[in-house]
């Protein structure tokens, strides 16, 4: 349980920190506010794609440590899950599904900040939101309650569409033989034929409504930091 959770936080935090970057870097070269507000939109798609593939490279990691921790009973810390997986499978084990897992983070935490950012502009409040946090609060129960409602929905639809890539990714890092899966197509392929084309949405349902508290959550702790 420790693991997930520290680690989980300390990834949230890099990615924040890039996206923030990428954004002001890219609002920076806009030589005029009507060019800023024309960018905007794919400042924030092109910044929250750069985070992801920053989530990608540290993440793969990660998951895959969990992931076998989760379903392979290992006994000890995380690190001797990790010393197992670079003796038995060499450095690159560390990085097994990771092309699923680009295609479920990098253009959708793109649509994942996009979608957030927007349902935040599109209402008016937006600018007392951004004067109205003191001392790390966001100013009122109303404005907080945009934040989490703007960071539910940016959660919820980012998973919608993502769900088989993440299904796909458990899948292969489960596996400890890397001639097993040879790539995420076939992969994709064995799935269906083996148990159906629903398989590739199995846990969808949980997966999504976990969505909305966890992105609520994140998105009031990414603004209250911001304060």
Not at 47 to 67: D, R
Not at 140 to 145: F, G, I, K, M, R
Request: charged share 15%.
């Amino acid at each position: 349980m420790f693991f997930p959770l520290i680690t989980s936080g300390a990834l949230n935090s890099v990615v924040f920190a890039v996206y923030g970057q990428h954004l002001r870097n890219l609002q920076g070269l806009c030589k005029s506010r009507s060019m800023r507000e024309r960018e905007w939109r794919a400042h924030v798609m092109f910044a929250g794609s750069v985070a992801g593939a920053t989530q990608v490279m540290f993440g793969c990691p990660v998951e895959i440590v969990k992931v076998r921790l989760q379903t392979l009973q290992y006994v000890g810390h995380p690190w001797l899950c990790l010393r197992d997986i670079i003796v038995r499978e060499g450095i690159w084990g560390l990085y097994r599904g990771i092309t699923p897992m680009m295609w479920r983070d990098v253009l959708p935490y793109g649509v994942y900040m996009l979608v957030y950012e927007y349902m935040i502009a599109i209402e008016k409040r937006l600018h007392h939101i951004r004067q109205d946090r003191k001392a790390g609060t966001i100013g009122s129960p109303y404005e907080a309650s945009l934040v989490a409602t703007a960071g539910a929905l940016a959660g919820v639809v980012s998973w919608m569409f993502i769900v088989p890539f993440d299904v796909v990714k458990t899948v292969m890092q489960t596996e400890t033989d890397p001639t097993v899966h040879k790539s995420m197509m076939h992969c994709f392929r064995g799935l269906v034929e083996r148990h159906g084309w629903r398989s590739l949405f199995r846990g969808s349902s949980m997966v999504i409504a976990r969505a909305a508290p966890v992105n609520s959550a994140t998105f009031l702790g990414y603004e209250w930091c911001l304060g």
